[in-house]
């Protein structure tokens, strides 16, 4: 772990007084960017070879279903073995995938289960990078300095999130034939080989990180070590109130997977429109971190957490019922801007109510919850989608939303009653029994 700078931090930044923060932060988001580029061209690909808004949802269930098998021994590889080569290792097979998808764009793959199976191994190196990138971050700042990390963690990915899908759509549509005559890439073909080159940038700035982790969990695979994340998460109503709540909300309030439906057949904007309507969360999201970086939450953090739960099903709503261009973007960016606070509060919580060498494991059972809330909540956006129409789809999952907060605000007042984001107010309402201290 970096040492603090010795001069004063401009309030807000302490974070980037850490030399490897800053480092993994910028490779973060060139593979990010390239990412959301990438995720543009595959749903517009997949959709304009069958027009089936279920064969969308199918996109999100291949990347699903590989944090799901993989969960266990995913959060034990994270605390068994050194946590910066696992990320290593699958973003080399991430570069793989992308080389895969560039030979499919290039012969016009017009069969959708190539893509799916890449999508799968996609899936299966973010089920193991998901762990250990999120166990990572304290040993890149001191912790005193963590939630401030966590905040411009956010804003990054969300900076990310507003280029990489304006830059996807951009990309796809870029007449590189009429520049390179003879070339054989054209769409999507364009935008993989942006990822290709975003990737091999994460691989080479990763690589030289200070950071060396080394193997936190000692103890060899069992069912009870490989175990010990789910123990611990039931064990914590914090946690295991912060981690279904996201689950349900955006199981129900999803809309990225069904965009390409309203871009081309309710808002008849195209793929450039597409991309804008996939930043707009991430417009919304990225205001509210860098706001939150400047003025961090100090009290109050369950309360805060279930108002913006709320905001973000009310926004749903509004981009259902919307056939206006501007005020669908306003939707998506306010749901951007309140799930910000809300993922800032869920990421504190996750590793300062956790002790280091559990860190892995109990990352792993968040990666099931966001897997199961991202992926697997678009194969439920095309599968309503396809029973009831987009919009009415769109509708009920908004409403669905605001119904899940208003229940958890019930059944977890422990977690609707937290106050301090710090380690010290945190731990102790779930601090492990000292024979479970032991075992682990």
Known sequence: MDSPSPTPQRRGMEAFASRDFRRYQLARSAVILGAEAQAVAVAWQVYSITHRALDLGYTGLALFLPGLLFLLPAGHVADRFDRRHVILLCYGLQVFCTLALVEFARIGMHRLFPIYAVLFLVGTGRAFSGPASSALIPHLVPEQHFVNAVTWGGAIFQFANITGPALGGLLFTFPLANLLPGTELAGPGIVYCFTLVTLVWFLVLVSSLHARPGRMEHQAASLQVLLAGFQYVRRSSLLLGSFSLDLFVVLLGGSVALMPIFANEILHIGPRGLGMLRAAPAMGALAMSLLMARFPISRKAGKRLFICVGIYGAAIVIFGLSRNLWLSLAALALSGAADMISV??????????????????????????????????????????????????TLVGGIGALVVAGTWAMLFPGLRSADELTAEALRPRVAEPQEARTRC
């Open 344 to 393: 800032i509060i869920r990421g504190s919580l996750l590793q300062l109510a956790t002790p280091p060498q559990m860190r892995g494991r109990v990352s792993a059972v968040n990666s099931l919850f966001i897997g199961a809330s991202n992926e697997f909540g678009e194969f439920e956006s095309g599968l309503t989608a396809q029973w009831w129409g987009a919009v009415r789809a």
